[in-house]
């Protein structure tokens, strides 16, 4: 076969193909809701605290959400799934509103958030065995304050058996690879950060108009 043949079989092939991440198994897939609450005429955020017996992440702030499982559909059901699950929500009691972008981490983690409306907080029954406690921020808080940033490094070694001797000049020294941002909410008592501060740090900017006030 010709290479302007073959090239224009690859062509074709490729024109109906949606890309997808070819490496997507290495990451924990998770999907969390941006779960928004009306209070006293003002919409506000609501948020978890892991409970303590948990073997990941115990007594940490995030968001409703959790593994995208080979059962469900897509990201979305898994989020309403884990949504309805972890807040004991009634059917109904939770309306998605659409997706935000989702965010690859760099310790292994990609995140699919949608936004949420739970028009009843009463609604909200958390499951004690995952959250020990939920609590609410004014969605304003968010707009008005910028978070703390700080850097993070990652840095990778080998391990044993790596074939080092293949790659000239590769040691099974760390080898330092890139640095990126955390962020850090303080609300009361209250620290928001990492993954979670990542996803309502985006979700504000959809929220700010062009000329920065709230939508």
Not at 4 to 31: H, M, V, W
């Amino acid at each position: 076969m010709q290479a302007d043949q073959i090239c224009r079989a690859l062509e074709s092939k490729l024109a109906g193909r949606c890309p997808k991440i070819q490496n997507e198994t290495d990451y924990f897939a998770a999907a969390v809701v941006v779960p928004l609450v009306p209070q006293g005429g003002e919409l506000s955020v609501l948020f978890e605290v892991r409970a303590a017996q948990l073997a990941w992440q115990p007594g940490e702030i995030c968001f409703p959400g959790g593994r995208i499982e080979a059962a469900d559909p897509d990201p979305q059901h898994a989020a309403a799934r884990e949504a309805y699950e972890e807040l004991g929500l009634s059917p109904g009691s939770l309306r998605l509103l659409g997706a935000l972008d989702y965010l690859v981490s760099p310790i292994g983690v990609i995140i699919h958030p949608f936004a949420g409306y739970i028009p009843d907080l009463a609604a909200v029954k958390p499951e004690a065995g995952e959250v020990a406690e939920t609590f609410t921020v004014p969605l304003q808080f968010f707009l008005d304050n910028e978070p703390l940033s700080a850097e993070m490094e990652v840095a990778t070694r080998p391990l044993p058996g790596f074939p080092t001797e293949l790659i000239p000049g590769y040691t099974h020294d760390w080898r330092r690879r890139a640095v990126y941002p955390v962020l850090f909410y303080r609300y009361g008592k209250y620290v928001i950060w990492g993954l979670t501060a990542r996803v309502m740090y985006d979700f504000v900017g959809i929220c700010r108009s062009t000329d920065g006030t709230a939508c």
